[in-house]
C-alpha cells in the first residue's frame, strides 16, 4: 500500500492577487455520452474515440487547460460520478440541472438525463442564489433548462449573475427557440433585479447595482446561427447584452465562422451556435480564445480522437471591468 501523494498549497504572498484577475469564463457543450455513443450518428468519427474512457480525460483536460473561474456546460451525462466530484476536488462549487425528458434515457446503458451544469472558482466567488428554469415556449412548458446563479466576488464584494442554458435543437424550431429565448430574457430581467434575502440593503447600495439590476453573462449552445429572431432578441433586449466571440472579427461585429462542425449520415454541418453573453456596461472583453483553423479541426470534423465534442470550448473568456469600475 503507497501512503497517500503529497497535498501542496500555494501561499498568496500578496493578499488582494485576485482582486484584479479577469474573471474567465467557459462556455462548452461537452456532447453527451449517451448522444455521441447512441444517437448522434458521427460517422467520420471512430467508435473507440468516443469511449467514456477516451473522452473523459479530453474533456476534463481541456477544462483545466484554460481553469475559467466560471464553467458553463450543455449535455452533461455524467455529472454525479465525474464532473461534480473531480472538480469540487479542484475548488469548483457547482450546480446541475437535468432536462425533465433527456434524449439520452432512450439510450441503451444510459447514465442518467443530459443536462446543464454551472461551476464556479469557490474560493473566489460565494453563492448569494441558484435559480433552475425550465423553459416555456408560449406558456407551454418545454425540455429545455436554465441554471441562473448570483454570485458575488469574495474580495471586492461585487455582485452578477451567470446563466447557463441549452436551447432547442434541429431547424424547423426557430421559433420556438426565440419563444424559449423571450421567456429567458425575461426571467434574467426578474432575478437580476430582484433583491435576495442573502443580500442585504447595505450591500446592494455598496456594490452599486440598484439602479440598472446586477449584471448579466449568459452561456449557452442557443442552437441558433446569428441570423435567427432569437439571436436579435438577445442583441436588442433592455439588459444591454451584446456576445464576446464577436470582438474576433475584423469589424468587431461578426460571430465567427462557427463553434460547432460535425459529419452526420445526412452530410456535413459547419454552424455558429455558442455565445457568450455579457451586460455591456458591466464588463468589457479582455481576451477569447481563437477558433482553431479547418486544417487544427482535420478532414473527419469533430468530434476526433484529439477532440472529443461536436462543439468548440471556443469560449473562454475574460472579463475586465469597464471604466466606471476600478475592479471585479
Ligand atoms: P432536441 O431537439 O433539443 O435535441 C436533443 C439533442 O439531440 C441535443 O443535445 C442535440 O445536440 C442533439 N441533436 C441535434 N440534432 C441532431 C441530429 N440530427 N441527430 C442526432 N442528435 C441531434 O431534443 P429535445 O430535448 O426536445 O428532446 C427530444 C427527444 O427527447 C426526443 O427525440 C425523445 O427522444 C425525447 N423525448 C422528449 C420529450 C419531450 O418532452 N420533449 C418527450 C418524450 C421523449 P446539439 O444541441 O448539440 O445540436
Ligand atoms: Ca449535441
Known sequence: ????????????TRACSLQNAPIRV????????????????????????????????LILEEILTYRPD??????????????????????????????????????????????????????RFQLLHTAHLRLSAMLLKTNQV???????????????????????????WEAFRSAQGAHLLQQLCELTTQSH???????????????????????????????????RRFMTSPLGLDSAYKCLSEDGNTEPPYTSWKIRPSGESRSTLDYIWYSERAFQVDTVLKIPSEE???????????????????HQVRFVPTASQHRW
Not at 500500500?1 to 498568496?12: A, E, K, V
Not at 434524449?103 to 461551476?119: E, K, Q, R, S, T
Not at 487544427?296 to 471556443?314: A, C, F, W
Request: net charge negative; aromatic share 10%.
Open 197 to 231: 434575502p442573502e443580500m442585504d440593503d447595505e450591500n446592494l447600495t455598496r456594490v452599486g447595482e440598484t439602479e440598472d439590476g446586477i449584471p448579466l453573462v449568459v452561456c449557452g449552445d442557443f442552437n441558433a446561427e446569428p441570423s435567427e429572431e432569437v439571436y
Open 296 to 314: 487544427q479541426i482535420g478532414p473527419d470534423r469533430l468530434p476526433s480522437y484529439h477532440y472529443p465534442s461536436d462543439h468548440l470550448s471556443l
Open 1 to 12: 500500500n503507497r501512503p497517500p501523494r503529497l497535498h501542496r498549497d500555494f501561499m498568496m
Open 70 to 123: 466560471v464553467l458553463c456546460l450543455q449535455e452533461v451525462d455524467h455529472y454525479f460520478d465525474t464532473f461534480q466530484p473531480v472538480l469540487a476536488s479542484l475548488g469548483y462549487q457547482s450546480s446541475f440541472c437535468p432536462k425533465p425528458c433527456s434524449p439520452c434515457l432512450d439510450v441503451h446503458n444510459n447514465n442518467g438525463p443530459d443536462g446543464c451544469a454551472l461551476f464556479f472558482n469557490r474560493r
Open 146 to 172: 436554465a441554471i441562473v446563479a448570483t454570485l458575488r466576488c469574495r474580495f471586492t464584494g461585487r455582485v452578477f449573475c451567470v446563466a447557463v442554458t441549452h436551447l432547442k435543437a434541429r431547424s424547423g
Open 26 to 57: 467557459m462556455q462548452w457543450n461537452i456532447l453527451a455520452q449517451a448522444l455521441g455513443e447512441g444517437k448522434d450518428g458521427f460517422v467520420r468519427c471512430p467508435m473507440e474515440a468516443l469511449k467514456w474512457s477516451e473522452r473523459k480525460y
